[in-house]
């Protein structure tokens, strides 16, 4: 029977990242993955296909609407939803492909096929053509994820009613979309419907959209997400859903109670959150308990159980790749005798709308609840030469700082590339950075990235271009 120091279950970037990183240290490692390609959620059916329907839908929009036209570059864009798809999935099959390599580069083993605990240190995995193979590992790490948290009476047909899989790949620009959820997903992938055409209504059971997330920042960007036509209606829930054949009918209440109204689409897609995935996973051999919501619990990626380790989304925490990446990172470390450690007050989140938005540290409203004494700086993008030349003024920089010591706690941006420069305020925050740091850190012109070093100016009341 063939050993190893680590098997991974789930090859997304919770487990590929962990599995090159025990490969680096010398650890003998195997990474078992059901699906056909590596690279999990994020790859195959999340971050990047996602990202490559927003990049693409983001030029045509500026090609359809006046953006070029202001340019002086006068198109007639025509639409082709097949090429738009197709070039998707070449990049995603390019980045799978690339995962694979990285597994050669560092000899990590994928053992394909799904694989079940059974009992400490063994692991029995089903090949796709179902012969079973028992393999033995001192620690084993759970990564198997996350999947759609399905919303009772709206089923998801795969054809009509989609989950954000569905939004990546339908088959033609929808008339209509309702969106069932104002959150990442259902503000991304609507943001490309909309842009490629489609009239889209997004439903939202709290009154704001974005929950989580700085609330004037989310509400510039729903003011933003408004002007480019998506409508919102919120403080309302989804009852039912009627498929009609080529339409959907949805029953909608306001939460507070009053009418219930019908809403009609063409789509519909799902995108209510998350949950942890471990079906079939035999948790019960090593006596592993999930929590109400499917979560298995860590304690420095410990599950309790003796060498069985569990990061990314499956467990607790934020559903985001890079969360899962530094998680996947730090448990090999520990696993190695290393000092493994992810610092949760500091992972970043970005939406890669156009605007986009990105954040990182303590809200206004948390520092407000914990009675943390702050001072805000504040930067419109409006003021921001290089935005301004670029006909992208939309949006702010806000850097929240602990009134006494000026360490920076909290950073909120919307508007253009925040999701790279986010960064710069994640690396300064990690080294308990001041914004006095930022705002004497000299910046290049003509950038975007200015506004940042304005808004740490503005701390201290001194922001200079505004
Ligand atoms: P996953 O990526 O879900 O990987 C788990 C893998 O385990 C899967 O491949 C699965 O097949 C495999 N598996 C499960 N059970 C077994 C088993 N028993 N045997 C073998 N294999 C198994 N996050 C970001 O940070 N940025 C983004 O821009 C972003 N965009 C997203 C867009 C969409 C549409 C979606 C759905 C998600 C997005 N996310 C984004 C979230 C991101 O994809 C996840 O946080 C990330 O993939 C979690 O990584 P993971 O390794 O924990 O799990
Ligand atoms: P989410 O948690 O971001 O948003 C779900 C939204 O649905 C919330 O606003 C919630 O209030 C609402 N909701 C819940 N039940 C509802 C109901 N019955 N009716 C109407 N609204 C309801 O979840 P998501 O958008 O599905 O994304 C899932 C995960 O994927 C998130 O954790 C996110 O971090 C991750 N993701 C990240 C990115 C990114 O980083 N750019 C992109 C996509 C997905």
Known sequence: MAQYDVIIIGGGPGGYNAAIRAGQLGLKVAVVEGRETLGGTCLN????????????SE?????????????????????????????????????????????????????KGWGRIDGPGKVIVTAPHGAEMTYEAKNIIIATGSEPTPLPGVEVDHKRIVDSTGAL????????????????????????????????TVVEFLDRIVPGIDEETAK?????????????KLG?????????GKAVELTVEPVAGGEAEVLTADYVLVAIGRRPYTKGLGLETVGITPDK??????????????????????????????????????????IAGKAGHVNYGLIPGVIYTA???????????????????????????????????????????????????DRILGVHMIGPNVGDMIAEYCVAMEFGGASEDVARTCHPHPTRSEALRQAAMGVEGWTMQA
């Not at 002086?72 to 990049?91: C, H, R, Y």
């Open 220 to 232: 510039t960007f729903q003011r933003s997400l408004t002007k480019q036509g998506i409508k919102f």
């Open 236 to 244: 309302s829930k989804v009852t039912g859903a009627k498929s009609m």
């Open 59 to 111: 030029l045509y929009a500026a090609a359809t609407g006046d953006e070029f036209a202001k340019l002086g570059i006068e198109v007639k864009p025509k639409l082709n939803l097949a090429q738009m798809m197709a070039q998707k999935s070449e990049s995603v099959t390019a980045l799978t492909k690339g995962i694979e390599f990285l597994f050669k580069k560092n000899k990590v083993e994928w053992i």
């Open 45 to 56: 059916v999340g971050c990047m296909p996602s990202k490559a329907l927003l990049h693409a």
């Open 293 to 334: 919501r499917g979560v298995i619990a860590n304690d420095h990626f410990k599950t309790g159980v003796g060498g069985v380790w569990v990061v990314g989304d499956v467990t607790s925490g934020p559903m985001l790749a890079h969360k899962a990446e530094d998680e996947g990172v730090a448990c090999v470390e520990l």
């Open 355 to 405: 605007p986009e938005v990105a954040t990182v540290g303590k809200t206004e409203e948390e520092l407000k609840a914990e009675g943390v004494a702050y001072k805000v700086g504040k930067f419109p993008f409006s003021a921001n030469s290089r935005a301004k030349i670029n006909h992208e003024g939309e949006g702010f920089v806000k850097v929240l700082a602990d009134a006494k010591t």
């Open 169 to 200: 790949a339908l088959p033609e620009v929808p008339k209509s979309l309702v969106v069932i959820g104002a959150g990442v997903i259902g503000l991304e992938l609507g943001s490309v419907w909309r842009r490629l055409g489609a009239e889209v």
